[in-house]
C-alpha cells in the first residue's frame, strides 16, 4: 500500500478522531461497570468544561500547562530524541520563576520583571535539560535514562531547597514564602473585567497568550528555519544526515536545550500564574503527560494545541464528574489512559483498514 496516495487528512485528523472515538467508547463500558449513564456522565464532563466561563477558564488553564510540556516533547522527537524529562525540567524551570519573583518581585516593575521570569525560567529549565543532551551527544548515555534519571534529581533537590532553604520560619508546609502581589500574572477575568466583560474568577492567565505564541516560534523554528532543517534531518535518518555534513552532536544539544527551555516555562502558569509561591510537587505530572500530547498532536504545534484542549478536557470534566457521582478524582488518570493507549499503542490498529477503505473508495470513484 502506498502511503503516498493516501491524503495527510487521514492519518492527521481521521485517524486520531477514530483513536479518541474507540477510548471513549471503552470508556462508556468503565461508566457502566460503575453505574454511571455514559451519555449523562459525557453531558456532564462537557458542561463543565465548556458551557460556562468558569468551566472554560479551567480548562483552557490546564491545557496551558500541556501545550508548554507537550511542545517541550515534541522539539526533542523531531531530533529522534525521546524527552521523558520534561517533569524535571518544569520543576527545575520553577525554581528560575520562583527566585525572580522572591528577590525581585516586590522591587522590579512588571514590565521588567515578566521578561526576566520568562528568561530565567527558561534558562533554568534549558540548563538541566543540556547535562542528559550532553551525555547523549558526547558520551553515548541513553537520553531516555538520563532524563528519568534527571526528573528524581529534580525532585529531591526542590525537596532539600524547599524545606532547608525557602521554607518560612514558623511553618511547617515545604513550600516558599508567597511572592510580593506585583509579581503575580494578571488572570484573565480581571483583564476583561477592566473593559467591562464579566467573567468568573479563573487561574486562567496571560500566559496562555505566552503558550500560543511559543507554539507558533517553534513551527516557525523546526520548519521554517536552517536549525529545523537540521534538527529534523538527523530525526530522519541520522546517517544521511552526517553524510550531508549536519553535526549531530550540535543537533542533539539544540534540541534539548529547547526542550527543557519550553518545559521550563510551565511554572509561570502555575506558580506564577497561581500559586504565587513554590510549592512541592506542583508539576503534579504534566511532564508526562505531555509525552501524551505530543504523541497525540502527531509532534505539530496546532496538534500539540488540540490534544491539549483534549487533556484540559479530561482535567476539568473528570473534576466535575468526580463532584456529580461521587467517583474517585483518579478516574480522570483512567481516561488519560485510555486515550493514551488509543492513541499511541495502538494507534496503528485502525490505520492499514482505514487507509485500504480510503484507497478502494477513491479507486471505484475513479473507475
Given at each position: 500500500m502506498s502511503q503516498a496516495r493516501v491524503p495527510a487528512w487521514i492519518t492527521v485528523v481521521l485517524l486520531p478522531a477514530i483513536n479518541i472515538l474507540m477510548a471513549f467508547l471503552v470508556s462508556a463500558i468503565l461508566f457502566y461497570y460503575l453505574d454511571i449513564n455514559p451519555l449523562e456522565a459525557a453531558t456532564i464532563m462537557w458542561q463543565g468544561a465548556f458551557s460556562s466561563g468558569e468551566g472554560i477558564g479551567f480548562t483552557?488553564?490546564?491545557?496551558?500547562?500541556?501545550?508548554?510540556?507537550?511542545?517541550?516533547?515534541?522539539?526533542?522527537?523531531?531530533a529522534g530524541l525521546f524527552n521523558i524529562g520534561g517533569e524535571g525540567?518544569?520543576?527545575?524551570g520553577g525554581l528560575g520563576v520562583g527566585l525572580v519573583c522572591l528577590f525581585l518581585g516586590d522591587t522590579l516593575p512588571f514590565v521588567v520583571l515578566l521578561p526576566l521570569a520568562i528568561l530565567v525560567g527558561g534558562l533554568f529549565g534549558a540548563a538541566w535539560a543540556f547535562i542528559p543532551a550532553w551525555l547523549q551527544a558526547k558520551?553515548?548515555?541513553?537520553?531516555?535514562?538520563?532524563?528519568?534519571?534527571?526528573?528524581?534529581?529534580?525532585?529531591?533537590?526542590?525537596?532539600?531547597?524547599?524545606?532547608?532553604?525557602?521554607?518560612?520560619?514558623?511553618?511547617?508546609?515545604?513550600e516558599s514564602r508567597v511572592f510580593a502581589e506585583m509579581s503575580w500574572l494578571p488572570k484573565?477575568?480581571?483583564?476583561?473585567?477592566?473593559?467591562?466583560?464579566?467573567?468568573?474568577?479563573?487561574?486562567?492567565?496571560?500566559?496562555?497568550?505566552?503558550?500560543?505564541?511559543?507554539?507558533?516560534l517553534v513551527w516557525l523554528f523546526i520548519w521554517r528555519?536552517?536549525?529545523?532543517y537540521e534538527l529534523r534531518a538527523v530525526g530522519a535518518n541520522q546517517s544521511a544526515a552526517a553524510y550531508a555534513g549536519i553535526h549531530y552532536s550540535k543537533v542533539v544539544i539544540l534540541a534539548m536545550v529547547i526542550s527543557g527551555m519550553?518545559?521550563?516555562?510551565?511554572?509561570?502558569?502555575?506558580?506564577?500564574?497561581?500559586?504565587?509561591q513554590i510549592k512541592l510537587n506542583f508539576v503534579e505530572g504534566f511532564g508526562f503527560t505531555g509525552i501524551a500530547v505530543a504523541l497525540m498532536g502527531r509532534n505539530h504545534p496546532i496538534g500539540v494545541i488540540l490534544a491539549s484542549l483534549l487533556f484540559g478536557f479530561l482535567y476539568q470534566g473528570g473534576a466535575e464528574l468526580s463532584f456529580e457521582f461521587g467517583v474517585d478524582r483518579n478516574i480522570v488518570v483512567v481516561l488519560q489512559g485510555l486515550v493514551i493507549l488509543f492513541s499511541g499503542a495502538l494507534e496503528h490498529m485502525f490505520r492499514p483498514r482505514l487507509e485500504a477503505a480510503y484507497l478502494k473508495l477513491t479507486h471505484k470513484a475513479e473507475v
Open positions: 483552557l488553564y490546564y491545557a496551558t500547562g500541556f501545550i508548554f510540556t507537550g511542545l517541550a516533547v515534541a522539539v526533542a522527537f523531531h525540567q518544569a520543576y527545575i558520551r553515548g548515555s541513553h537520553i531516555v535514562i538520563t532524563t528519568i534519571m534527571f526528573n528524581f534529581i529534580a525532585s529531591s533537590l526542590m525537596a532539600y531547597l524547599l524545606v532547608d532553604i525557602f521554607k518560612p520560619a514558623g511553618t511547617m508546609a515545604p484573565l477575568s480581571d483583564l476583561l473585567a477592566a473593559i467591562g466583560i464579566e467573567m468568573t474568577p479563573t487561574p486562567l492567565n496571560i500566559s496562555f497568550f505566552w503558550a500560543l505564541i511559543c507554539a507558533l528555519s536552517r536549525w529545523g519550553l518545559a521550563g516555562f510551565f511554572a509561570l502558569n502555575v506558580l506564577q500564574g497561581e500559586l504565587h
